[in-house]
T-cell receptor
Framework: SQQGEEDPQALSIQEGENATMNCSYK?????LQWYRQNSGRGLVHLIL?????REKHSGRLRVTLDTSKKSSSLLITASRAADTASYFC?????????????FGKGTKLTVNP | EPEVTQTPSHQVTQMGQEVILRCVPI?????FYWYRQILGQKVEFLVS????????KSEIFDDQFSVERPDGSNFTLKIRSTKLEDSAMYFC????????????????FGQGTRLTVV
């Protein structure tokens, strides 16, 4: 698998349900970040979790990180139709004294009203 | 709230033409990036830029591409001779660099420029 692979590729749920998206990666990381992209729009930063953190919350978002399994999950609780978007995980990778983000292919979330 | 702005939002160009995509990063940020996203595919890193020089570039960023910070505010991506496969959404991003053992960079992205090469 590639660095920063999300699963599932697509997820369709009803409003009010929880949505869980997973991300796996291969190399060591400084941090892992989740971004959201509405169709055809820019990327919006949701949450950053450092490699020494295990869980982080922000509003209805909960992110976990398991560095031993090289995986992360994004949980959106009590989903709303407005949460419909693509969600990408991106790993912050240090290379040659700089850091860059390596994105996965994303999970397309559809929340049905 | 400060934001990264990109212009134009959509550019159509003929194959072989040169295009310049423009970005205004957040003013106190020091690190700048270009990413691209071919329709339906993942976001790919192109290049990072710090202290008026390229820090890192990907395999995609070949001799057809160049970046410049012509003044204190703009950050541009130039494609010298566009190909059909350059059609994509191009995102500019910036981050505030604090170098430490772990930089934990949070990048702020612009809304993107959709480049269509015909």
């Amino acid at each position: 698998s590639q660095q920063g692979e999300e699963d599932p590729q697509a997820l369709s749920i009803q409003e009010g349900e929880n949505a869980t998206m997973n991300c796996s990666y291969k190399t060591s990381i400084n941090n892992l970040q989740w971004y959201r992209q509405n169709s055809g729009r820019g990327l919006v930063h949701l949450i950053l979790i450092r490699s020494n953190e295990r869980e982080k919350h922000s509003g209805r978002l909960r992110v976990t990180l398991d560095t031993s399994k090289k995986s992360s999950s994004l949980l959106i609780t009590a989903s709303r139709a407005a949460d419909t978007a693509s969600y990408f995980c991106a790993t912050g990778v240090e290379q040659g004294g700089s850091e860059k983000l390596v994105f996965g292919k994303g999970t397309k979330l559809t929340v049905n009203p | 709230e400060p934001e990264v702005t990109q212009t134009p939002s959509h550019q159509v160009t003929q194959m072989g033409q040169e295009v310049i995509l423009r970005c205004v990063p957040i003013s106190n940020h020091l690190y700048f990036y270009w990413y691209r996203q071919i329709l339906g595919q993942k976001v790919e890193f192109l290049v990072s830029f710090y202290n008026n020089e390229i820090s890192e570039k990907s395999e995609i960023f070949d001799d057809q591409f160049s970046v410049e910070r012509p003044d204190g505010s703009n950050f541009t991506l130039k494609i010298r001779s566009t190909k059909l496969e350059d059609s994509a959404m191009y995102f500019c991003a910036s981050s505030e660099l604090v170098w430490a053992e772990y930089t934990n960079t949070e990048a702020f992205f612009g809304q993107g420029t959709r480049l269509t090469v015909v």
